[in-house]
């Protein structure tokens, strides 16, 4: 089965930046879209950022323009930069994972495999 493992979440001031990693093993990363979600306190989850099987990314309005979504084929992982940070960023960032080619992002429907979170705050 697919593994997935986050890392790279951490504490930042408003304006930050950090970098999260996504590593995938267990299946070709090919045969698989990805996408990044996050949950707050007393929220429910949303999707940050999906990417299909084949390269091409799509955000969450939240967040479009200030985080990018990327993939290291060679290394099955995946990278979510996020640059101009704001509190209202602060949850626990999931990795996630479904076994077609186009992920959303309005919804965790189709998802199957899921990391565990790496926690990202952002104070002001």
């Known amino acids: 089965q697919v593994q997935l493992v986050e890392s790279g979440g951490g504490s930042v001031q408003a304006g930050g930046s950090l970098r999260l990693s996504c590593a995938a093993s267990g299946h070709p990363y090919s045969s698989y879209c990805m996408g990044w979600f996050r949950q707050a306190p007393g929220k429910e989850r949303e999707g940050v950022a999906a990417?299909?099987?084949?390269?091409?990314?799509r955000y969450a309005d939240s967040v479009k323009g200030r985080f990018t979504f990327s993939k290291d084929n060679a290394k099955n992982i995946l990278y979510l930069q996020m640059n101009s940070l704001k509190p209202e960023d602060t949850a626990m960032y999931y990795c996630?994972?479904?076994?077609?080619?186009?992920?959303?992002?309005?919804?965790?429907?189709?998802?199957?495999?899921w990391g565990q979170g790496t926690q990202v705050t952002v104070s002001s």
């Open positions: 990417i299909d099987s084949d390269g091409i990314t």
């Open positions: 996630a994972a479904a076994f077609q080619r186009i992920c959303p992002v309005a919804t965790d429907r189709g998802y199957g495999y």
